[in-house]
């Protein structure tokens, strides 16, 4: 079997600012095994959530490391494969499950959501992000969206290093922006938060009044996640009594073992590939989670088309798709996820569904 990896860039339209900083431009890894006449492919990148922090330098040498023991194995035994992948970074695990089942899914002739025995017809509207910035910016970027897509979906990054007093005047203006953008097109919007752990526990209280008359309809990673899995659990006990939104973990949420933990104190968990090791633990956490009755996110960093139609093949389990990092692209280098107005479906191709930009897509090499 080969294996091969190659760096790409991905520049935004609109640089992303949040409570951790600001991103413009990221690179990424493309991860490529091919046998039998089948190209699988994967995608990672680093990644920082303030507690835990991954750089493609170090992704990259993870997988040229491992890319010899691979050469031997056949892609279709992921038993024999398991304890090869168990070492890695979750982010460098990611690419190597993702190009696997991607490669599998060609092998069979089916989009990997059949292979697991999901509805891929289902389409179902993403989020869009705006990011943190003055007023006047952050109105203008929604604006940008509504001349690109029909966005219904509005996830509004807060935790400004100005503080909640900022914070409040921008939920503020946004709701009031999508209340009258509601009233001259009779259409339903949806307003979600994501604090990025920009806030403290009495910081997130205070702001409950404001959040709730905003009719913020979700509440995403208010306070930040932390190593100790006891402290940050606890952390969203303290808070569940006095949340009336859904709340939902995502930068604290990584594994099976977090989902456990965390679910009699949250509503939700953000899935995300990169921080999951890829599709084989975010579709066991998927199903666990629906089991616990929790709602599912599943979202995005700077990512391609690649990665995130790899995320989508989970899309018929999930509540809130945030899913939008390649619609603010300059220069994404693959094509193959659909979007009908603001909402995504799956893939209907083979494995994952995404063949390079300019290239024949019943020939993905």
């Given amino acids: 079997m080969g294996w091969s990896v190659r760096r790409f860039p991905l520049t935004k339209a609109v640089p992303l600012a949040i409570s951790r900083g600001v991103t413009a431009q990221v690179e990424h890894l493309e991860l490529t095994c091919s046998r039998d006449g089948c190209i699988g492919r994967g995608e990672t990148g680093g990644f ?3 507690h835990r922090g991954f750089s493609t330098d170090q992704l990259a040498l993870e997988l040229e490391a491992l890319m010899p023991s691979l050469a031997d194995v056949d892609p279709a035994d992921r038993q024999q494969l398991a304890p090869l992948l168990l070492p890695l970074s979750p982010p460098a695990r990611c690419a190597v499950d993702l190009a696997l089942w991607d490669w599998w899914g060609q092998r069979l002739g089916q989009p990997v959501w059949r292979v697991f025995g999901l509805d891929g017809s289902r389409c179902i509207a993403t989020s869009v992000t705006l990011g943190l910035g003055s007023v006047d910016e952050v109105l203008s970027r ?11 979906r509005i996830k509004l990054k807060l935790g400004s290093a100005d ?6 005047v921008l939920l503020a203006a946004v709701a009031q922006e999508l209340q009258e953008y509601q009233q001259q097109h ?3 919007l949806e307003l979600q938060v994501d604090a990025n752990g920009g806030w403290t526990l009495e910081e997130t209280k205070a ?14 990673q208010p306070m930040a996640a932390v190593l100790d899995p006891d402290q940050d659990t606890a952390a969203f006990a303290a808070l569940k009594p006095h949340c009336a939104i859904p709340l939902v973990a995502d930068e604290s949420c990584w594994d099976l073992q977090d989902v ?13 590939l990169l921080k999951t090791g890829g599709l084989t633990e975010a579709w066991l956490m998927a199903q666990v989670a629906q089991r616990l009755n929790l709602d599912l996110m599943i979202g995005c960093y700077s990512d391609s088309v690649l990665l995130n139609g790899a995320a989508a093949q989970l899309l018929p389990l999930i509540r809130w798709p945030d899913l939008d990092s390649h619609l603010n692209l300059l220069d994404d280098p693959y094509v193959g996820l659909a979007l009908e107005g603001d909402q995504l479906c799956a893939p209907i191709a083979p494995g994952l569904g995404i063949t390079r930009r300019g290239t024949d897509p019943n020939n993905r090499s």
Avoid: F, I, Y
């Fill in 186 to 188: 009779q259409q339903e």
């Fill in 48 to 50: 920082d959530t303030g």
């Fill in 207 to 220: 702001m409950q009044v404001s959040l709730q008359s905003a009719g913020v309809v979700l509440l995403e």
């Fill in 163 to 168: 503080g909640c007093d900022h914070d409040r």
């Fill in 260 to 272: 456990l933990r965390l679910a009699p104190h949250v509503d939700g968990v953000n899935l995300k």
């Fill in 142 to 152: 929604l604006k940008r969206w509504w001349r690109q897509l029909p966005a219904t």
